[in-house]
């Protein structure tokens, strides 16, 4: 990971912690010491962004159907999360 | 595998943290002016770190153990974003009403603190659920 990004988080680490969030400064210098770019996660977040920075541009909300569209993923995620649960897991 | 598994779910971290408060330019939260545009920031970097749980739950070398506390933080992680697009639901439906001339600001003032409120509750639970995947 390159030098810049580890020292912004290790920064915004520290910003965190003096904010009295200390589990999110922890949580950036963990990710800080390893994470890498490039993965697919950091993909999503960046178009994600894109997105986000198209709906300000055009001074908009989300439309009933992006919303809509993302509840629905949450749904799927969560069944699929749980749908193996059973197998000495705790029942909810 | 387990050096692996450490990777990926840092990963999940690293992306909390940059849709919470990281990298000016992949920082959804801090693009998002509006209300509406923080909900649905945060309901999609949700479903992005839900992605990676479910990546852990569904890999044979995550001890068992792990998917447990996984699965157990998200019953109790999922509900709260399903109330903050309730939340944004109740704000869309009464900015209408405004706009048509039948809502009241009072109204939509109240709904519009409680979807911060929400908004609020929404990023504890994606730093919880990213915790867990961290285990």
Redesign the interface.
């Known amino acids: 990971m390159p030098t810049a ?1 580890i020292t ?2 290790n920064v ?1 680490g520290s910003l ?1 912690t003096a904010r009295g969030q200390e ?2 400064g922890e ?2 210098r ?7 770019e490039g ?1 697919d ?2 993909d ?3 178009l ?2 894109l997105e ?2 198209d ?2 541009d055009q001074n908009r ?2 439309t ?1 159907e ?2 809509l569209a ?2 629905t ?2 749904k799927e ?2 069944a ?3 749908a ?2 059973g ?4 029942p ?1 | 595998m387990k050096m692996l598994q450490h990777s990926r779910s840092s990963v999940l971290l690293f992306i909390t943290m940059l849709a919470l408060a990281g990298c000016q330019s992949i920082n959804p939260m801090s693009i998002a002016e509006t209300p509406g545009q923080k909900a649905y920031a945060l309901e999609r970097s949700y479903n992005i770190v839900l992605a990676g749980a479910l990546d852990l739950v569904n890999d044979p070398a995550v001890p068992a153990g792990v998917k447990s506390n996984i699965r157990s933080v998200e019953r109790r992680t999922t509900p709260i974003v399903d109330n903050l697009s309730q939340a944004f639901a109740d704000y869309t439906v009464a900015r209408a009403a405004l706009s048509s001339g039948t809502g009241s600001q009072e109204r939509i003032e109240v709904i519009a603190a409680n979807l911060e409120g929400w908004i609020k509750q929404a990023e504890r639970a994606i730093v919880e659920l990213a915790n867990a995947v961290d285990r």
């Open positions: 990004i912004l988080l915004l965190l589990d999110l949580y950036a963990l990710a800080a010491s390893l994470v890498r993965d996660a950091h999503e977040l960046k994600l962004s986000l920075q709906m300000v909300d989300p009933t992006e919303a993302v509840t993923r949450r995620l969560s699929a999360i749980q193996g649960a197998d000495g897991d705790d909810a």
